[in-house]
C-alpha cells in the first residue's frame, strides 16, 4: 500500500507531515550528536577509516582482494568512491565529515520509510515506529559513523515498499542484491523476501526478483572476482566463517538492544536473557497469530512477515562469531515496523480515553529517555592532535598504525597516489594469522610472523614513523629493532613518538 492507498488510512498531506517530522527528528538525534560530540572532522573510529581508505584505494585504481585485503564484499567501498572523489578536491578529513553526514542522512531516510510504511496502520503507528528508529540507540550508533548499516537497511525498507505491488518486484530484487555486496548478511533479509514473494505472488515473480538479485550483485562483484576469485572468497567467506566466537554473550547482545539506559553489569546476566526471550515472545506474536488461526501464507498479512524477518535477523545476531554494539541496526527496520503495529493494536484493542493517553504518555516518555541514551553514546575514535597533519606534511612516505590517523592529517590519498606502503584493514590481516578473539588480539601479535614482516616492509618503505607507545606494544623484538637501526626519535607530537630515517 504507497501512494494514494495511504490515503485510505492517512490523508496524503498528513502523512507526509508524520514523515517529514520523523525524518527531521532522526536528523538531529544523529547529525546534532555528531556536531555536539565534535567528531565530524576528527576522532574518526577504525572500522569507518577503513572502509574510507580502501574507497580511496578503489578510486585510486587498485583492486579489493588482488591489491589489498577487505574482508567484506566490495559494495561498501564502490559506494564510498564519491566521497574518495571528493577527498581530492577538498582533504582527507573534510571528505569523510562529509560522507558520515550523508549516511546519518540515509539514517533519517530510513526512520522516515519506517514512519511511511506504517502509515496504513495510523497516525499514532507511524509517528512511535518511525521515532523509534529515529532515536533508538540500537540505530543511531551505526548511522553515526561510516558503517554498512545504513545501507543495508535502507535497502530493506526501500525493498519492503517496493514488495507491496507485484511489479516492484523485480527492483525490490535488484535492491536487495546492491544491499548483498555491501554486507553478507543481507542475504538473510534477501531469502525471507524470496519466500514472501514466492508465498503472495507466486512462482514468476519470484523468478524476476530472484533475477533482479542476481544482476544486480554480479554487476557489482564482477570486477574484484574476475581479478582475484581465490582471494575474494578467502577475504570475504573464509575470514568471516573462520573468526572465532567472542567472548560478547547472548545477554550482553540483548544489552546492546536496551538503549544503554542500563549499565550490563547492574542486573545479572540471567535477566538479561529473560528480557531477551521476553522481547523474542513480543516479536513473534503476528507468526504465532496466524499460526493459531491457520491462515494461509498466502494470506499473511505485512506484519507478519515483519515478524518472521526479525526473528531471522536475531537469530543470526545470536548466531554471530562477533558482535559489535553497531550490529545491532541490522534487525532494528523489522522491530520497529513491529513496534508501530503494535501501538496501532494497543489502540484498537483499548477503550477510554484516559487509558489512551497514558499509553501516548508512556510512548513519549520512553522515545525521549531513548534520545537521551542515543546522543550519550555517540563516539569516534581517538581524537588526533591538532599538529599531526603539520608534522606528517613535512614527509612524502609516512608510516602511521591507524588509518583513522592518515585521513585526519590530510595525507591518506597522497600516500596512495605515491605508493607508500600501508594497510588497509591491519586487524584483519592479524586476524587472517592469529585466529584470535578481540580480547586477545593484542597480546598475540607480536607473535604474528606476517603480520610483523609487513610492518617491517612498511617501516623500510617510509621515511617517518609516528607511533604511540601503546602501539609499539603490538611490534615483535625484531620489528621494535628495526625501528631502532634505521630510524631515530626526533620528538613526539600528541601521544604519538616521531621516528626519522637514519638509513637509506
Not at 540483548?254 to 535477566?271: A, D, K
Not at 600501508?422 to 580480547?439: G, K, N, P, Q
Request: charge should be neutral; aromatic fraction near 10%; glycine fraction near 10%.
Amino acid at each position: 500500500m504507497v501512494g494514494a492507498d495511504v490515503c485510505r488510512v492517512v490523508e496524503r498531506r498528513t502523512g507526509v507531515s508524520v514523515v517529514s517530522a520523523v525524518v527531521a527528528l532522526a536528523v538531529v538525534v544523529r547529525v546534532g550528536s555528531l556536531w555536539w560530540h565534535g567528531v565530524l572532522g576528527s576522532s574518526f573510529g577504525f572500522d569507518e577509516a577503513v572502509y574510507f581508505i580502501g574507497a580511496q584505494h578503489l578510486w585510486s585504481g587498485e583492486l579489493p582482494y588482488r591489491d589489498f585485503l577487505f574482508v567484506h564484499p566490495p559494495g561498501m567501498l564502490v559506494a564510498l568512491i564519491p566521497a574518495a572523489w571528493l577527498a581530492d578536491l577538498v582533504g582527507d578529513s573534510s571528505a569523510m565529515a562529509a560522507a558520515k553526514v550523508v549516511f546519518a542522512l540515509v539514517g533519517a531516510a530510513c526512520a522516515g520509510l519506517v514512519g511511511w510504511l506504517l502509515l496504513r496502520f495510523g497516525v499514532a503507528a507511524a509517528l512511535f515506529g518511525g521515532g523509534l528508529y529515529a532515536v533508538w540507540s540500537a540505530a543511531v550508533w551505526g548511522e553515526t559513523m561510516l558503517m554498512m548499516g545504513p545501507l543495508l537497511n535502507l535497502g530493506l525498507l526501500v525493498a519492503l515498499v517496493l514488495l507491496r505491488r507485484p511489479e516492484g518486484v523485480l527492483v525490490a530484487g535488484v535492491v536487495f542484491g546492491l544491499a548483498v555486496t555491501v554486507k553478507l548478511w543481507a542475504i538473510v533479509p534477501l531469502l525471507v523476501a524470496g519466500i514472501w514473494v514466492l508465498a503472495r505472488y507466486g512462482r514468476a515473480p519470484m523468478m524476476r526478483f530472484a533475477a533482479g538479485a542476481v544482476a544486480a550483485a554480479a554487476v557489482i562483484v564482477a570486477t574484484s572476482l574476475i581479478a582475484a576469485p581465490g582471494r575474494m572468497f578467502s577475504d570475504v567467506v573464509g575470514f568471516q566463517s573462520g573468526r572465532p566466537r567472542s567472548d560478547t554473550g547472548l545477554g550482553e547482545r540483548v544489552f546492546f538492544f536496551t538503549g544503554s539506559l542500563i549499565g550490563y553489569e547492574r542486573i545479572p546476566n540471567l535477566l538479561w536473557l529473560v528480557v531477551g526471550l521476553v522481547g523474542v515472545v513480543a516479536v513473534a506474536l503476528p507468526m504465532i497469530g496466524v499460526w493459531r488461526g491457520r491462515v494461509a501464507v498466502a494470506l499473511w498479512d505485512e506484519p507478519v512477515w515483519w515478524s518472521v524477518l526479525a526473528l531471522a535477523q536475531l537469530a543470526a545476531l545470536a548466531a554471530a562469531p562477533s558482535f559489535y554494539n553497531h550490529y545491532t541496526g541490522f534487525a532494528v527496520p523489522a522491530l520497529c515496523l513491529l513496534a508501530g503495529y503494535g501501538v496501532h493494536g494497543v489502540r484498537e484493542n483499548v477503550s477510554g480515553i484516559r487509558v489512551q493517553r497514558l499509553v501516548a504518555v508512556v510512548a513519549v516518555v520512553g522515545l525521549a529517555a531513548l534520545a537521551m541514551a542515543s546522543v550519550r553514546v555517540v563516539s569516534g575514535g581517538h581524537a588526533q592532535p591538532p599538529e599531526l597533519a603539520a608534522v606528517a606534511a613535512g614527509h612524502d612516505y609516512v608510516w602511521m598504525h591507524d588509518p583513522a590517523a592518515l585521513i585526519e592529517a590530510n595525507i591518506s590519498g597522497r600516500q596512495i597516489e605515491r605508493g607508500c606502503p600501508m594497510f588497509v584493514d591491519r586487524y584483519a590481516s592479524a586476524l587472517a594469522e592469529v585466529a584470535v578473539v578481540d580480547a586477545d588480539l593484542i597480546d598475540a601479535l607480536p607473535a604474528a610472523a606476517g603480520y610483523q614482516e609487513a610492518i617491517v616492509e612498511q617501516f623500510r618503505g617510509s621515511d617517518v614513523v609516528l607511533i604511540s607507545e601503546y602501539q609499539l606494544t603490538e611490534l615483535s623484538p625484531g620489528t621494535v629493532a628495526v625501528l631502532h637501526t634505521e630510524f631515530a626519535r626526533t620528538g613526539e607530537v600528541g601521544r604519538y613518538q616521531v621516528w626519522e630515517r637514519t638509513t637509506n
